[in-house]
């Protein structure tokens, strides 16, 4: 049994905010917010640079607490400013050639499906969208059918921005370790949310960020890129972290990980990150999902009852992330007024997912976000708050 009331006692946020936008931004632990500060606190009082040589230990236990998270090696770790760079970092160095083909899914990340666009309309890459199955999920199937010698990259979000939906992110890796093709996961919504293992899982890069259901600082992600992998990747941009330069003309790019950051990044955002994910595996990554997925599942039930509102997720595993829409009032109007009882969800529109919900017809949806540290009281509070917003 977890002990709620100690992870709100740690979370001062609970006092000020019914908070349902984990997906969007979480609230940030005692630990981690205190983390952040002593660093910043150390940068104030004696510079910069003492303050890393300093915390050196902290900064570098990043990579111990990302390899233990994620199951892999840290040299297989780097940390970067979000999960959308960390993407872009794997995505930009696959040198694509016109005629290659991208295989990804109906539920992408809109900054993933404006790259795959970029790489299309500049190189002549083939960008094939995935169908669904009949429960909204990739279509497993289908993925293995389209596959021949021209793909070059099997890219898919684990669990998207707008819905509940978790595509079945290891079957898609076994087919990519069928055929030998790379596979690029973009899990900025699962990592924090449930165990994610990417050995079990079977993809070659992952992507995520800090501030979601890890409950990190904001401005920070990370990157795990497979040791095989790393060196058929050259990074687009490189930089004196990434590389060496050896002699007057000549230069040499790092062999872990590390040849995808940055020099300079935000150190107190490391710490704070480290911070989170250990919180996050004290607790328990399985604990932590059966919770969030239990409770996500309550207010599915409850809010479907009330007149007028309908649920949007897709899928046969549904996560913490609830959708839904009301058939007066807009998602856009319900944030504002549920904001103003100091209630947070937020809004996801079809510009941000237009493979998704252009086909479903919804223009928007209103997303309500969960996680292990609320209440199934809040769940009740919620539902009476969108019952009276409908009253009004
Ligand atoms: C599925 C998914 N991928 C990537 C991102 C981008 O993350 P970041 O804002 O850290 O770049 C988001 C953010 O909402 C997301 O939902």
Known sequence: MLDIQKFRNETPGCLEVLHFDNAGASLQPDCVYEAVVEYLSCERRIGGYAAARRYSD???????????????????????ENA???????????NFERGDRILTAKAEYVSNSLAYLQVARNKGVIVDVVPNDHTGQLDIESLEDMIDEKVKLISITHIPTQGGLVNPAAKIGKIAQRYN????????????????????IGC????????????????????????SMIKKLEPTFIDLRSACWTASDQYRIREDAKRFENWECFFAGKV??????????????????????NLAQILRTEIQEIPGVTVHDLGVEKCGIVTFTHNQIPSDVLQKLLAEKQINVSTSTVSSARWDLEERKLNSLTRASLHYFNTEEEVKIFCKAVVSLMEG
């Open 58 to 80: 902290q900064l570098d236990s990043f990579y111990d607490s990302f390899s233990k998270l994620l199951n892999c090696a840290p040299e297989e770790v780097a940390f970067i």
């Open 272 to 293: 704070g990150l480290a911070k989170a994910a250990e919180y996050a595996m004290s607790i328990g990554l399985d604990n932590i999902y059966e919770r969030t997925k």
């Open 84 to 94: 959308t760079r960390a993407w872009d970092m794997a995505f930009y160095s696959m």
């Open 204 to 227: 070659d890069m992952l992507s995520g960020t800090g501030r979601k259901f890890l409950r990190g600082p904001r401005g920070t992600g990370f990157l795990y890129v497979k040791s």
């Open 181 to 200: 093709i790379p596979y690029l996961l973009d899990a900025c919504q699962s990592v924090g949310q449930m165990q994610i293992d990417v050995k079990e």
